[in-house]
Nanobody, 119 residues
């Protein structure tokens, strides 16, 4: 079992920046990929960015390419999401997630952190 604690959300104006953090604990040796998802009110939870835990290979949703950056500090078992040039449509609850070896989906989730972008 992997436990995730995400943090760093808050209220920011349009064009501003925030950095989210996700600290993993427990069976972290099983992690092969981590990701950030977000869920806006009345909408489904969608993937924003992913990173290979060992490879460092990243991928992004088209809506955040060039503005968001996912990174990891393996020694700290921590993943970050740097969010720049924030827009009102980025307002959502952001969730950190981890996928374990042998699993085809993300099954470990953080509690979520609210990001609100005001115009």
């Amino acid at each position: 079992q992997v436990q995730l604690v995400d943090s760093g959300g808050g209220l920011v104006q349009t064009g501003g920046s925030l950095r989210l953090s996700c600290a993993a604990s427990g069976r972290t040796a099983d992690i092969v990929s981590m990701a950030w998802f977000r869920q806006a009110p009345g909408k489904e939870r969608v993937s924003v960015a992913t990173i290979g835990w060992f490879t460092g290979i990243t991928s992004y949703a088209d809506s955040v390419k060039g503005r968001f950056a996912i990174s990891r500090a393996s020694a700290k078992n921590t993943v970050y999401l740097q969010m720049n040039s924030l827009k009102s449509e980025d307002t959502a609850v952001y969730f950190c997630a981890a996928r374990n070896s042998g699993q085809g989906r993300y099954s470990n989730w953080g509690q979520g952190t609210q990001v609100t972008v005001s115009s």
